[in-house]
């Protein structure tokens, strides 16, 4: 509950913006599981904000120590600890905390979540830097994965109307996934991609921000990974996906599209490949079934509200005082939050993936 | 977890399509609440197969028998558990079986995940037939929050491209939802609710389905529900909402609308109200920011794939013998199961809520 | 929590003493597994009350009848319902409820629980007869391990001062533990059983009851089932024992004897036996450290206080007048629980054993 | 689950003994807390190695640092993370680590149980440093019960055969639990500490050790606290308390002895006091009944092994080479554990009352 992910694996985010550090404890991880620091690094320098203007200014060092479960370069299977100071917060003034509420943000529903004791310099606990600890976590656990052949990828699907191309849900191969995450503004078609990019730049300008679209894809996992009910992989990976900040949708294979097809459209027959196994022609279903997976490749969609941090006045209400206030918000932030949150996809998709792979009824 | 939801309430959802009964436990629910009984049934109704074209022709009668858990008519706090008997299965002989996946069915899947043990007579555990307990924890959770003044009503929004109009995110009120309950078709524009049903029953004559949206509205929620990170209300709502099956995906206020726009059109501001209260302006957040309630209506809406069953000839696997066949599905089966699947999303809502409701911090 | 258990496999046990039915949903057991179905009814009828004057003269048929999960003989991996009908209470008028707290019963901490809103006819949900679902989970779990070799056994191993002899905790084998489960009243040493009787048929012509202690032994459970600190062996066995009533307390091993113990007494050593196994040459750890499985038999015993239902005068409080009553307990009641919680006792190490099975690292 | 308590709070315990740093998470405490950060230290120093012949000559400054979930001197209700540094381990060499299994330690099963991935140095995770970050937890929880009037407190009741007196079960006020706090060795009569003091001593001189056993006492718990079944206060209680290392059994009010014992003898009845409450006149039930609080003193009894680190030669075996050696453990330890188990013991049970006080039916 709460800030714990507690299945197959646990995930325990902890930390506050301006706090002394943020972290996580990953519990019941499997042992024996060697972990490429650098490739952890690089996962999560992907999340970090970028050196140009479609991203905060605020300098992360974001280096994760690890202080548990990790011994002789692998896992130990006890709790895994990694810590991350905060090393360059522009701590404000303890006693001189905004009392103005930021439209979008949850100062107001966390000061009445938390009768006004929660931490709310730079948004607190509830701060989109609290992503970073989950990224942590979802790397870990997509090594852990890749080693068994697993890959998530995820690429802007769409900034502000423009759109990317989409993943072949048939196709998509794990080569294609390590391509994608080469490059510093993920999308397919990098013509797409330019134009995103000055649109984010160009609401910079205007002191305004955008949101998106994000498209995630995982590839062979095996057929039979889920459980009904409550407990499928739909269930799971929305749970955790709701976990990054500014989500506010969620849609597997055709999504809401499927709204609008027939049943004979949206089935997707089955055949016996090549190789011997069942497959299904068509892939709208998203690779789920029954919140089972049907070996086809996971795909799904996530929708990013513009971030609510604007440099333009907005009308508000001082949470002290119950007057209505003209607010200005200063200081860095994102104008668009969709290019870091890509890796956050991917890092709740293998959470999720490898919590349900440790319940695999092996016994 | 699996087909247990554990959260503030737990329930725990049992039984089989054409096994002797089906049912649910629900522990943890507060001590003394009544329980109107009456009122069950006609929630439950609400999700029964309809006499008409739009709904498949079995007769359930879905008289659900509490066992425990109440007395003298309240509840006791101890754990309630409803059983409602299959006393209409056209029981398939238990050696023919049918080995046949059906296309959009969790047939394959479930086999894979139960290595080919679990019951597939009429989807066995993954039949949409499991709402009905479902629906029933969802109407007793919906009394208790209703008794505290949080209503929660839903209605058909889209069929297979024809929409119907939306619920005002602002003023929408118990009334208006106690008015929607009342309908048969459960839509706010009867002129769409036309259309809608003859799409219906024009795909239930070419042995087709349809899908479709519904979109939901919870009114009156206190402000300060809910929790960060992975425990938020959307996150729990959307873990409930996909153990319906067919569900493709949710979203929250203008969901993957929000994608589209600038941040100053999305930020809802805030203002102080006449009767002193915070609200905002409008509501493109849907009630919830940070995971936590705001106090304006909770807002959303479920995308759900046309139901897999068709009577068009479709071409699949016989997974005992890895053969391509071709399959017509025979017998009962909704055209569309949005209609049914109403009174669904509201329990599942109502499940979420009143979970965290009893998270609320009174210590 | 409440009245589930959720750690690998889950049990969730509902109903009360006097109402329709009691029952449990299991969810999560390993699918294709088959029950016996004999099998279970001669474990369930050991916690029958026996027909002489050690046990209440309640006729309990205790008939489980399995509502889902069970197909063709086999466990289906979906949750597994038993249901038991309460064919024959003695039912109180609903309006006449005794508000006299029975000593060392429930009824005044339930009281307080629940606002007076559970049923109190005859201890309600708090009721011995509430052994009879956990018992049904823990024959289920049985047969399951016991198909892998791990067999469980109780004896009674004090009754009032009167002891039996103990296991040995190195020797014991699953042949002595099928033999044991033969016996109409558990106990090693046959004259000591003797004994025994004569005192409980004693106090049950006093009106009063006697208490005891029983002693369990599990072997063949592989080394290395467990986990640290709060998810060990131990605490979950001990959070399961104290699920059945009257247990004031259990202990591993030498238990409270090795706080009299030099480490150098204690302490037992480790060798490699002709099987090529290490085991150890004592067993006063009792096959379990730092929460562990060693290997060695697990061994543990379980204080259980006399039956609180004695048909002498007792002095205690009316809850609704708060005044000072006399109350004399009339009707059937055991003079003694011990016999009949013995394989109540090895239901709920099955249980714990079985959830940690499913958790061993396979992946 | 695993180093994980969840339920009410929960507790996440991350570290080894020889590695950077241990700590604990705790999420959903109630915010708004004060916490006095001298009384917690107060705590914790109880817990850590006296500078004699009793314990080991370790130095631990068990400092722990708040890294999150705490501002303005106050819990904010989201995740408090304290970690404390490892800064006086005796590294060995990260190669030469023991293969030889120390009797009584979990070497053996955690190697088996973790595949020999985990970190063995100086007992890992296993280790009793790990009651560091627990016993935090557990002072956090008691500050913020002791503001509600529940005071926690325990001594030794025994060494190796000396007993101290006990608790007074129906009259322990909390003054005696402050006062019995400030005792350098908590016992309850000091002549008796004497000579448990010189038997601890004589045991290191022997390169013995000596187990005992602890009482505990918590008062002012409210009655009706605590839930049936699975979820009783003594099932809670007892699943942490066995997260203390070397603990081999628990038994709540009289424990063992009420299976010598008469129902008419073992049932406290119950009067109404001057105050006009419900209390009993003797309190066997250790203020336990059902699983709930019955309002009087909650009362229980710890057993606690004799520290397995013994400096005499025991036979062994390298689990690396399958061979029998002998093993003399050189270096530090304590001879006797119990005195520094006292607060591990009032924290294991502070974190259980929290969390069900937490529980609590306030909807």
Not at 77 to 100: E, M, Q, R, W
Request: glycine share 10%.
């Amino acid at each position: 509950m709460s800030s714990i992910w507690n299945k197959g694996i646990s995930v325990s985010i902890f930390g506050e913006s301006h706090g002394p550090a943020i972290g996580v404890v990953i519990d019941r991880l499997p042992a024996g599981e060697y972990l490429d620091m650098e490739q952890l690094l690089t996962f999560m320098a992907r999340r970090a904000p970028k050196k140009d203007k479609t991203s905060t200014q605020r300098r992360e060092k974001d280096m994760p120590n690890i202080m548990s479960g990790f011994f002789n370069g692998k896992t130990t299977g006890t709790p895994l600890c990694a810590f991350i100071a905060n090393d360059d917060p522009h701590s404000t003034d303890y006693l001189k905390v905004s009392k103005l509420a930021r439209p979008g943000h949850a100062d107001y529903t966390g000061a009445l979540r938390y009768n006004g004791f929660n931490d709310p310099r730079g948004g607190g606990h509830f701060s989109g830097r609290l992503t970073a600890p989950l990224c942590f976590a979802g790397a870990v656990a997509g090594q852990i994965l890749e080693r068994r052949g697993i890959y998530t990828g995820a690429h802007i699907a769409e900034i502000h109307k423009i759109k990317d191309d989409s993943f072949d849900a048939i196709t998509t191969s794990r080569e294609d996934i390590i391509e994608l995450r080469k490059k510093g503004f993920p999308v397919l078609n990098d013509a797409k991609g330019k134009r995103m990019k000055k649109d984010i730049e160009k609401a910079f300008e205007c002191g305004d921000s955008v949101g998106g679209i994000i498209e995630c894809i995982s590839v062979n996992v095996p057929a039979g990974i889920g459980s009904p009910i409550f407990d499928g992989l739909e269930n799971s990976i929305a749970q955790l996906i709701f976990g990054i900040p500014a989500v506010k949708g969620i849609e597997f294979g055709v999504g809401f599209n499927c709204a609008r097809m027939l049943g004979s459209e949206n089935n997707d027959e089955f055949y016996v490949n090549e190789q011997g196994h069942v497959v299904t022609r068509s892939n709208n279903h998203g690779g789920i079934l029954g919140g089972i997976s049907s070996g086809m490749p996971i795909t799904l969609r996530v929708a990013m509200k513009p971030t609510p941090s604007i440099s333009q006045a907005q009308s508000t209400v001082d949470m002290s005082k119950m007057t209505e206030e003209t607010l200005k918000i200063t200081g860095r932030h994102d104008p668009c939050v969709v290019p870091r949150a890509v890796p956050c996809v991917e890092a709740a998709v293998n959470i999720a993936l490898l919590s349900h792979m440790l319940d695999y009824p092996h016994f």
